[in-house]
């Protein structure tokens, strides 16, 4: 089975602070991807890459930004964290188009 | 652009049946995912479509209509266990990022 690791489960951080999310997958897939889920906005795209060093922005980059040096792992970063950061994060990954996300167990981050 | 429409919420009993359904415009259509999520959980996969008609697997099965832009999600023989958030996915041009609907929350009731 695909497992997809997040480093942390619940996170509490000030704002302003630089907060790194951590996601590991170890399937040796090409495709990752971090989301963030709202209650009543559903899961919006952040980032996402296709390959080691590549990075695009998905629909809702403004203040994040990603790492993909190793192809298992994919950092998402808050270069100074808000209020309005406040969610659950998700990292998938997957094989290709074709099949399906594998999500990893999500990050709560709060941000005071 | 890109919008999918799914109801917000849903309430069906114990034994019966329940159909969700799920309505896309895309430019382009490159296959349809359906994924469960319970409260607190990650979503986890149930189906994929990319050609027209019924996909069965065991209780659930999902459909697709291309040219009428329309998939449902049938969940045969509700068990408590199957109330959770379903969402719908869809990828509208080869090698891009699936686009999530909002979800739909499925209350099964004794």
């Known amino acids: 089975d695909v497992k997809v690791t997040q480093s942390s489960r619940y996170l509490v951080k000030r704002t302003g602070e630089k907060v790194f999310l951590e996601c590991v997958q170890d399937?040796?897939?090409?495709?990752m991807f971090w989301y963030r889920q709202d209650p009543g906005l559903g899961l919006r795209l952040i980032y996402f890459s296709y390959d080691v060093k590549m990075k695009e922005k998905g629909d809702i980059p403004e203040g994040y930004s990603v790492s993909r040096e190793k192809k298992e792992r994919f950092s998402l970063i808050l270069e100074s964290a808000s209020t309005n950061q406040t969610s659950m994060y998700l990292c998938?990954?997957?094989?290709?188009?074709?099949?399906?996300?594998?999500f990893g167990n999500g990050t709560r981050l709060t941000v005071t | 652009g890109q919008n999918i429409d799914q109801p917000t919420e849903m309430t069906a009993t114990e034994g019966a049946i329940v159909q969700i359904n799920c309505t896309y415009q895309?430019?382009?259509?490159?296959?349809l995912f359906w994924y469960q999520q319970h409260a607190g959980e990650a979503p986890t996969f149930l189906s994929y479509?990319?050609?027209?008609g019924l996909e069965e697997k065991g209780r659930f099965s999902s459909f697709l209509s291309r040219s009428k832009g329309y998939s449902y999600l049938l969940l045969k023989e509700l068990q408590m266990k199957d109330s959770a958030s379903y969402l719908c996915?869809?990828?509208?041009?080869?090698?891009?990022?699936?686009?999530f609907g909002k979800g739909t929350r499925l209350s099964v009731i004794a």
């Open positions: 998938a990954s997957s094989l290709g188009d074709n099949s399906p996300l594998h």
């Open positions: 399937m040796d897939h090409e495709n």
């Open positions: 996915a869809v990828r509208d041009l080869a090698n891009t990022p699936l686009v």
């Open positions: 895309t430019s382009g259509f490159n296959g």
């Open positions: 479509n990319v050609l027209d």
